[in-house]
């Protein structure tokens, strides 16, 4: 937020839980805002998600919630890959990027086509 008042910088929020969603929408953040999930493959991709074992506390939610077997609380959601959403976004040089997914962070870089984007620095949970 800090850089977006001090400097002018946009963003780019993806939220799977669609609560979590809407209180980001709220904020009026200057950012691009997506409700998916990254994807974990270099196309669009449809996976299950659960988000009752993505809690981490009560109403917090994260893209730990990746299954590969759908349950009661579970349904399927398309995921997009952060490449195609860097590319939407219409800027291929990243200033910094922050990835909190609760497990799924290596999975989404490995889908990075390196040479192709500019990430100057990167902070991964």
Same mark, same amino acid.
């Given at each position: +937020?800090?850089?977006?008042?001090?400097?002018?910088?946009t &963003?780019?929020?993806?939220?799977a839980?669609? !609560?979590? @969603?809407?209180? &980001?929408l709220?904020?009026?953040?200057k950012?691009?805002?997506?409700?998916? %999930?990254? !994807?974990?493959?270099?196309? $669009?991709?449809?996976?299950m @998600?659960?988000? +009752?074992?993505?809690v981490?506390?009560?109403?917090?939610y994260?893209? &730990? &919630?990746?299954t590969h077997?759908g349950n009661?609380?579970s349904?399927?959601?398309? %995921?997009? $890959?952060?490449?195609s +959403?860097i590319?939407?976004?219409?800027n291929r040089?990243?200033?910094?990027?922050?990835l909190?997914?609760e497990g799924?962070e290596?999975?989404?870089?490995k889908t990075? $086509?390196?040479d192709?984007?500019?990430?100057?620095?990167m902070?991964v949970?």
């Open positions: +937020l800090e850089f977006e008042l001090k400097y002018g910088w &963003g780019l929020l993806v939220e839980h669609p !609560g979590d @969603f809407h209180r &980001g709220a904020t009026n953040r950012t691009f805002h997506l409700n998916s %999930c990254l !994807g974990v493959e270099e196309h $669009p991709h449809f996976s @998600f659960d988000f +009752l074992s993505a981490r506390k009560k109403d917090v994260s893209m &730990g &919630g990746l077997q009661s609380q349904f399927q959601m398309q %995921c997009l $890959p952060l490449y +959403l590319l939407a976004a219409g040089t990243i200033n910094v990027l922050f909190d997914v799924a290596f999975r989404i870089l990075l $086509p390196w192709k984007v500019d990430i100057e620095i902070s949970e």
